[in-house]
């Protein structure tokens, strides 16, 4: 909770300086907007921190949400698929890469950094060779209520926000309260002692980058919607970094076995905050990832800081409690 | 020793947080003297060398270095002085070779700033220490190809190569086998000769009789006494560390025994692909596997437990064959294994004490795949007290916990299920004489209760003292099975070495 507490002093901040500097970033039409971005990157960015709780990365997102998009505007477009069909068959796929992902890492032991930093070149290139790289669109059809999901409200909210909202809780109780969340954390933070307890390791592990595929998934078609028009060479470019940085600035250690739902949340508001000061206090855009990458780096730093502080004072206490044991340790 | 010693202490006084963890300690050793220093965990042999390595600072007595009073800050300092460590946990890099390892941090080098290494002298130089060690080893060959005992050798010359004039091992043979050790030892015979004076630290007494010259005993941080010469004898020392003869643990079992209830037939491990293993077990039983490292025992162990799927075999429990492929099959046929490294393997010691305890049958505190957490508390709390594991709470991280509650932590975790066999490997590798004998109480209990245990122990007296039965292997093969009344010390280390049952019996 620690974490979580920290991250949010400083979103608050942030909105704070930049509220008392631009008083439009609290106007209606902004705050919807940021919302709506926060759930569109929020729900890709739990499946990411499920995926770094088990120990694993990955880097493939982006390139996933260029060919998602492309293969959905030919399947809606060019094959008058029906809707949910289309909708079910992407999120399908996503889930199938995200299963070949999890195989390679789980049953040939390759690297999760090499399985999808192989799969980010790969998809970009498909998709952009599917597309002959010219970029496609859904022009302005509805395709029933795809594009009211992406871009409609529901009770002043932004659809995305709902859907990540709900994301979010069902993915809290399954991180925290459920028995597969317990074994991602155990997996984690050690893989072998896992395996030992009778977790089944390996299809734990591939099981997060599926559930991370089927985010990405729903997620993905709700970027290509937004977004309208999918030019698969820039499609969701760096955007398994945004995914990244929210889990780490939300307190998952890629270390494996450390994080949360609520920490990747925030973590995920945080970097749109960033994105939207840039804008608002007159930045030169060209700095926007100069100043998400020192914020973050800041943020982590502080962290890392304040934890050593507490480990130290952590050592103190458990001295002095040492003092009611007979034995030392020798 | 009529020369002035090369090291003394003098009253050295160690205080931990409420501890005293040494006191008054004096303890002097000649040049070219072997002084094996013996104790319990938790003796002080460990603060004292940290204090001899720099690390702590004691709060009153004095170190005297070749005569000369001295104030030892760091290992470096230590180091600087002609005092060498050799650790228990080797400390040397598998991904350079002999000479870089010997040299680390000293390569000869050349081009000025750029600091070139010189690696053929590097080479030169490394040769005559591995050559005094009886090592052959070419200086060029990658630390990775060696084994744990060409390496422990390699840190010997380094700290040769350092000009150490005192050598301090701690625990130096615990991970060596015993021609290996045998091999260690002679070299300790020759640095002697070379007039290398050598602190020994071992709970390995037979070694002690082997090799050390004096032999000072620590209990409950104080120097309990020395022995000398043929005064070193297995029992006086013994004496010396707990201060009374060693109790014989073994108990005999009350309940019936039904035999044939564990039954291995043909088990062919990768390990040992060309030996084929079965033996019967009986519930009620503690069954000891003896042996030296290396002997396929752990690999038994693994493949009954699904970890490494064994290449051929099969395993029967109440003369039904059970398919294991995985720990969770095993499990689901109640054999569990306690692992010999529980932290690695036993534990996600990262975890809380409560999330270890309930990670193997998690679903059972679960309803539609959500945790009931008051039944989770429950029985945590529960198996901490009946095991009598102690720590502030279930809330606390297994890996603050000190190495016999976390072994008792793993019983914990698995007596919350139902065990119809548990196979221990080194049940108590590390662990305090106290934790020791609860441990192998509840081995028995089990036993009593109708649990077949096999326990894989390289602990003679452990295997002596718990067990019903023994099997000693060799070289993944069965050398022979030992009943109760058959089970001595020499017969266990006779199969072990490779005889054959009949010779060892004769």
């Known amino acids: 909770m620690k974490k979580e507490a920290g991250i949010s002093v400083l979103l608050v901040v942030l909105c704070a300086i930049v509220a008392i500097k631009n008083p439009r970033f609290l106007g209606a039409a902004n705050l919807e907007n940021m919302a709506r971005l926060i759930g569109m990157f929020g729900i890709f960015s739990i499946g990411m921190g499920l995926v770094i709780i088990t120990g694993g990365i990955d880097l493939s997102v982006g390139s996933v949400f260029a060919l998602l998009g492309i293969v959905l505007t030919m399947m809606l477009r060019e094959w008058h698929w029906f809707w949910a069909v289309a909708v079910l068959a992407v999120i399908a796929g996503t889930m199938a890469l995200g299963w070949f992902h999890g195989l390679l890492i789980t049953k040939a032991r390759m690297q999760p950094f090499i399985v999808t930093l192989c799969g980010l070149l790969f998809y970009r290139g498909l998709a952009r060779y599917i597309a002959h790289d010219e970029t496609k669109g859904f022009i302005n059809e509805n395709f029933g209520p795809l594009r009211e999901l992406a871009t409609g409200s529901v009770l002043g909210l932004p659809m995305p926000f709902v859907l990540f909202l709900v994301t979010a809780v069902v993915m809290w109780i399954v991180l925290h309260r459920s028995v597969y969340g317990r074994y991602l954390f155990a997996v984690g933070r050690n893989e072998e002692a896992a395996r030992y307890s009778g977790v089944n390791s390996r299809a734990i592990i591939a099981s997060s980058y599926v559930v991370s595929g089927a985010l990405a998934g729903i997620a993905g078609i709700l970027i290509a919607f937004y977004t309208n028009s999918i030019s698969p060479s820039t499609h969701g470019n760096f955007y398994e970094l945004y995914g990244i940085a929210a889990a780490v600035l939300g307190g998952c250690s890629l270390r494996g076995g450390e994080g949360s739902i609520l920490g990747i949340a925030i973590g995920t508001a945080l970097l749109q905050v960033l994105q939207n000061l840039v804008n608002l206090l007159g930045i030169d855009s060209s700095l926007n990832f100069a100043v998400m990458g020192a914020v973050i780096l800041i943020g982590v730093l502080a962290d890392e800081l304040l934890s050593a502080r507490r480990q130290a004072r952590k050592v103190l206490v458990a001295a002095d409690a040492a003092k009611a044991r007979p034995n030392p340790s020798d | ?506």
């Not at chain 2, 010396?240 to 564990?262: C, E, I, S, T």
Request: neutral net charge; aromatic residues 4%.
């Open chain 2, 1 to 506: 020793m009529n020369a002035p010693p090369l090291l003394e202490l003098k009253g050295i006084t160690k205080r931990f947080p409420g501890v005293l963890a040494l006191h008054d300690v004096s303890l002097a050793v000649g040049q070219g003297e072997v002084v094996a220093l013996i104790g319990e965990n938790g003796a002080g042999k460990s603060t004292l060398m940290k204090i001899l390595g720099g690390v702590h600072a004691a709060d009153a007595g004095t170190i005297e270095f070749d005569g000369r009073p001295v104030t030892i800050r760091n290992v470096a300092e230590a180091i600087a002085l002609g005092i060498g460590f050799i650790h228990q946990e080797l400390n040397v890099l598998d991904n350079l070779d002999v000479a870089g390892n010997i040299f680390l941090g000293r390569e000869p080098t050349w081009g000025g700033g750029l600091r070139l290494i010189r690696r053929q002298e590097m080479n030169r130089l490394a040769e005559p220490y591995l050559r005094r060690l009886g090592l052959e080893v070419s200086p060029r060959r990658s630390l990775r190809e060696l084994s744990i005992a060409q390496q422990q050798m390699v840190e010997i010359a380094k700290a040769l190569s350092q000009n150490a004039r005192l050598l301090i091992m701690d625990e130096p043979t615990s991970c060596l086998t015993l021609s290996e050790t045998d091999r260690l030892l002679a070299a300790i015979k020759d640095l002697r000769a070379d007039g290398v004076s050598i602190i020994y630290i071992t709970h390995r007494l037979g070694e002690v009789q082997q090799c050390a010259d004096r032999v000072v005993a620590l209990r409950d941080g104080r120097n309990v006494g020395s022995l000398e010469g043929d005064q070193i004898r297995h029992d006086a020392m013994v004496r010396l560390m707990v201060g009374r003869d060693l109790q014989n643990f073994y108990v005999h079992p009350k309940g019936a025994k039904k035999p044939g209830y564990f039954q291995v037939r043909r088990l062919r491990t990768r390990a040992h692909p060309r030996c084929r293993i079965s033996f019967d077990a009986a519930a009620g039983e503690i069954l000891g596997f003896a042996g030296l490292v290396g002997a396929g025992r752990s690999e038994m162990a693994q493949a009954v437990f699904g970890v490494d799927t064994p290449l051929e075999g099969e395993v029967l429990v109440e003369g039904k064959p059970v398919a294991i492929r995985s720990p969770r099959e095993a499990m689901a046929h109640g054999i569990y294994l306690v692992p010999e490294d529980r932290r690695n393997t036993g534990l996600v010691t990262e975890m809380t004490v409560r999330e270890n305890v309930t990670l193997p049958g998690l679903r059972r505190y679960a309803t539609a795949g959500l945790i009931r957490r008051a039944s989770e508390v429950q029985v945590a709390k529960r198996q901490c007290a009946t095991l009598n594991v102690k720590t502030p709470s279930v809330e606390a991280r297994a890996l603050n916990l000190s190495g016999g509650n976390q072994q008792k932590l793993v019983l914990a975790k698995w007596l919350a299920l139902e065990p119809r066999v548990l196979i221990f490997d080194e049940p108590t590798r590390g662990i305090d004489v106290g934790a020791k004998a609860e441990i192998y109480r509840l081995m028995r209990d089990l036993a009593e209760n109708g649990v077949t245990l096999l326990m894989i122990s390289s602990d003679m007296e452990e295997v002596l003292g718990v067990s019903d039965r023994v099997i000693v292997m060799h070289e993944g093969n069965i050398a022979g099975i030992l009943e109760r009344d058959q089970c001595r010390e020499e017969a266990i280390m006779q199969l072990a070495v490779g005889k054959t049952a009949e010779s060892a019996s004769a």
